[in-house]
Nanobody, 127 residues
Framework: QVQLVESGGGLVQAGGSLRLSCAAS????????MGWFRQAPGKEREFVAA????????EYADSVKGRFTVSRDNAKNTVYLQMNSLKSEDTAVYYC????????????????????WGRGTQVTVSS
């Protein structure tokens, strides 16, 4: 079992920045690729970004490329999502997820691949 706790959400003006954190506990953090997903009101959950077990590979949704950066600190069992140039359409609940995976570099972007989920943190971008 892996417990994931997100933090860092809040209210920010369009064009601003936020950094989300996700602290993991319970199992060996480096056995998991980590992903960020989001869900806006009335919409389905969607992939945002992910990072491989080693941290050497990353993937991003087209909508956030060039604005968001995913990173991880394996010594702190934490994954981060730096969000810059925020837009009103980035408003959503952001979820951290862990994917138990053998490969150190493979990343999956489908939510069904992820085994554990946090409770989410709200990000609201005012225009």
């Amino acid at each position: 079992q892996v417990q994931l706790v997100e933090s860092g959400g809040g209210l920010v003006q369009a064009g601003g920045s936020l950094r989300l954190s996700c602290a993991a506990s319970g199992r060996t953090f480096t056995n998991y690729a980590m992903g960020w997903f989001r869900q806006a009101p009335g919409k389905e959950r969607e992939f945002v970004a992910a990072i491989s077990r080693s941290g050497g590979s990353t993937e991003y949704a087209d909508s956030v490329k060039g604005r968001f950066t995913v990173s991880r600190d394996n010594a702190k069992n934490t994954v981060y999502l730096q969000m810059n140039s925020l837009k009103s359409e980035d408003t959503a609940v952001y979820y951290c997820a862990a994917d138990l995976i053998h490969s150190k570099e493979v990343i999956f972007t489908g939510s069904g691949s992820y085994d554990y989920w946090g409770r989410g943190t709200q990000v609201t971008v005012s225009s």
